[in-house]
Each structure stands twice: as C-alpha cells, then as structure tokens.
C-alpha cells in the first residue's frame, strides 16, 4: 500500500530557483492539501483541493502555486524560493467526509540557502 | 475563521503516570471533527483519535482518550500509562465537516516521558 508518497525527501535550492515538489496519492481521495511545519508554528496550510481542477488558498499561500489535473496527484510549486520557505512540506489526503483522518506523505525537507 | 489553540508548549511525564494535552478550539461551525495526531521524532504523521462535534460520548482508542467540552470548546487527550515511546510531539486538528473539508492544525505540544 503507498498511501501518500513525496518526492523528494531533502532538496537544497538556491535563492530564486524554481522547483516542484510532488506528490501523489493511490487511494481515489478527493481531498488533498499542503502544509508547511516550522518550529513552534505547527503545520500551516498552503494549499488545498477538493477535486480535480478545484484549488483554493489556505493561510500561507504566498510563494506557492499549485495545480489538480488529476485525482492522484497534487504538485506544489514554488515560483521562485527564499529563504523564508525553509521548511519542512507535508502532502495529506482523505475523502470528503468530515470523520476521516488525514494521511500524509514522509514529508520534504527544504532548505533555501 | 477556524482556529486550534494548543498552550504548552512542552510537558514532561513519568512513565505509567496519566498526562492531559490541552486542546481550545474556535469555530461558528456547528458540526466539526477534532483529531488528535503525534509526531515522533522520526517526523511521519500519526492519527491518533476522532472526536465528532456532534459525538455524545467521548472516544477512546486504547490509551488514548479525548475530553470533549463542547460549551468550552476544548478537546483534550489524555494519554492514561504513559510509555517512553509516547514521546514525541503531538497535534491537535480541526476539520470542517462540508464545504471545504480542510483541516487546521495547533502549534503542537511536545511530551516527553521520563524514566
């Protein structure tokens, strides 16, 4: 079973670089999301979707882009990194319905020197 | 707007002793589910228990428990017998239950267990 699965798991960019990170999920969840975690933040949403072609803003969206061409996967991309985007990223799925659990990928450290 | 409170930072137990993690909760939303993740060291993400707005009981799930005051909007984990694989840090989450479906997080609280 794959569950939610990231790629990749550490990534060191430059200052303005671009990059995506990948996720994707075997399940048929409609739901999926984005958070960042940081020291004493907990986790923040980025990003979230409720279906293929459906995408809307969570509390951190600034410096992200995203898309949902398919039910399976849900790509974060960031436009051009800073070093405020040091962080570790989560991916997480579940179906639509409110008693699910979320599932979440490894997790991706990022670090933007 | 949808917002998870979680106070302490960091607490320490004695293993075997029962620890109660403190969870507030803000909402205008009148059904919502409440969970309860934790975060060892190695950094996967674990659920540990569900709570429906809407539940009459609390949950249990082992020796996990959740204190659900609606009227005071907290949803508590008690973790009864702690074991020293019990550290680690420990998430509260909100979820509406239509509309969006997104979840919200808390700062987190990190246990550790001592010998």
């Known amino acids: 079973n794959a569950g939610v699965t990231q790629t990749p798991k550490f990534q060191v960019l430059k200052t303005g670089q671009s990059m995506t990170l990948q996720c994707a999920q075997d399940m048929n969840h409609e739901y999926m999301s984005w958070y960042r975690q940081d020291p004493g933040m907990g986790l923040r949403l980025i990003h979230y979707s409720v279906g293929a072609g459906i995408t809307d803003q969570g509390e951190v969206p600034n410096g992200y882009n995203v898309s949902r061409s398919t039910t399976e996967d849900f790509p974060l991309r960031l436009l051009s990194a800073a070093p405020s985007q040091t962080s570790v990223y989560f991916c997480?799925?579940?179906?639509?319905?409110?008693?699910?659990?979320?599932?979440f990928g490894q997790g991706t450290r990022l670090t933007v020197v | 707007a949808q917002k998870i409170t979680q106070t302490q930072p960091g607490m320490f137990v004695q293993e075997k002793e029962a620890v109660t993690l403190d969870c507030t909760y803000d909402t205008s939303d009148q059904s919502y589910g409440l969970f309860w993740y934790k975060q060892p060291s190695s950094g996967e993400m674990i659920f540990l228990i569900y709570?429906?707005?809407?539940?009459?009981q609390n949950a249990t799930e082992g020796r996990y428990s959740l204190n659900f005051q609606k009227a005071r909007k907290s949803a508590n984990l008690v973790i009864s017998a702690s074991q020293l694989g019990d550290s680690a840090m420990y998430f509260c989450?909100?979820?509406?239950?239509?509309?969006?479906?997104?979840?919200?997080f808390g700062t987190g609280t990190r246990l550790k267990v001592l010998a």
């Open positions: 997480a799925s579940s179906p639509p319905i409110g008693r699910h659990q979320a599932f």
């Open positions: 709570q429906g707005s809407y539940d009459e």
């Open positions: 989450a909100m979820r509406e239950t239509s509309g969006t479906y997104k979840y919200i």
